[in-house]
């Protein structure tokens, strides 16, 4: 598996958004820029909270936006923003939220090793590193980083 984030048009910092669901619709559209997802699946990440609730917000201050492995998604990838602003998703254990990772995978093995690789990301103390980083290319070499580690290691 590549890394996690493919390259800085996938990444952006200090992104303004004043909702959670704006921030999902423009992490998002990073990867739809890209031609990694259609509108469509956008729509989908956004309609999973609305649904099933703020369970997405993962770590605090980190929300991973997906929907299903496959429906709408072209390649397997995932987008990083950072928010100029913190918004609130509804989660009391996690709120305000400061990181918007969007996550699409062609299947569902890809979308538990990204997973894997997020989780094991953030519990080694990402969310420090990514909110301190002044440029794109550092967030994409911390994530190469984790996700060489992940492919290292047996599952």
Request: charged content about 30%; glycine content about 6%; proline content about 3%.
């Given at each position: 598996m590549t890394g996690l984030?493919?390259?800085?048009?996938?990444?952006?910092?200090?992104?303004?958004?004043e909702t959670w669901e704006e921030s999902i619709r423009e992490a998002g559209a990073l990867l739809e820029n890209?031609?990694?997802?259609s509108k469509e699946y956008i729509d989908k990440m956004v309609n999973i909270?609305?649904?099933y609730g703020p369970y997405i917000v993962v770590f605090e201050n980190v929300a991973l936006a997906h929907a299903q492995a496959g429906t709408g998604v072209?390649?397997?990838?995932?987008?990083l923003i950072t928010l100029h602003n913190p918004v609130v998703?509804?989660?009391?254990?996690n709120d305000p939220v400061s990181i918007v990772i969007a996550l699409a995978s062609v299947n569902h093995s890809n979308h538990l090793q990204f997973l894997r690789t997020i989780m094991d990301a953030f519990s080694k103390g990402a969310k420090e590193e990514i909110l301190e980083a002044s440029s794109e290319e550092k967030i994409i070499e911390l994530f190469n980083q984790y996700s060489e580690e992940n492919e290292d290691e047996e599952i």
């Open positions: 984030l493919t390259n800085e048009k996938v990444v952006r910092l200090n992104v303004k958004a890209e031609k990694f997802i909270v609305k649904e072209f390649q397997t990838g995932a987008s998703f509804g989660n009391p254990d």
